[in-house]
């Protein structure tokens, strides 16, 4: 594809795919951020649940850390979801900066509604 193209093109082109590998990335950040994310409330879920097959004060010193661990990992993240979507955001920007200079990527890239049938 790239022997067709002016070699200004071909340098825009493979600017956009490493935008798009970078927002894969992001994308992957924030699918790991929201796995992190959902391991503390679904141990928390699990505490209270079996809550009456325990008392607090008796387990207080694995209920401890285990919380602690918990909160530890609810701010991890809480980050990891943040810096993906300023990222995802970032990485929108740019796009569509490129799609505004460059008239043959608002073409290829333009946000098209499907055709229906």
């Not at 071909?10 to 990335?25: C, G, H, S, W, Y």
């Not at 809480?78 to 799609?99: A, G, H, M, P, W």
């Amino acid at each position: 594809m790239e022997e067709f193209l002016p070699k200004e093109e071909a340098v825009i082109f493979n600017e956009v795919q490493l935008i798009l590998a970078e927002k894969r990335t992001a994308l992957a950040t924030l699918r790991t951020g929201i796995a992190v994310f959902a391991l503390p409330m679904s141990v928390l879920g699990l505490l209270i649940t079996t809550s009456r097959y325990y008392r607090a004060s008796e387990v207080l010193p694995f209920l401890a850390p285990l919380l602690i661990l918990c909160a530890l990992l609810t701010v991890l993240g809480t980050y990891l979801v943040v810096r993906s979507l300023l990222r995802l955001r970032r990485y929108d920007k740019v796009i569509s900066r490129l799609k505004q200079s460059h008239p043959i990527l608002k073409h290829l890239l333009d946000d098209a509604p499907a055709n229906p049938g």
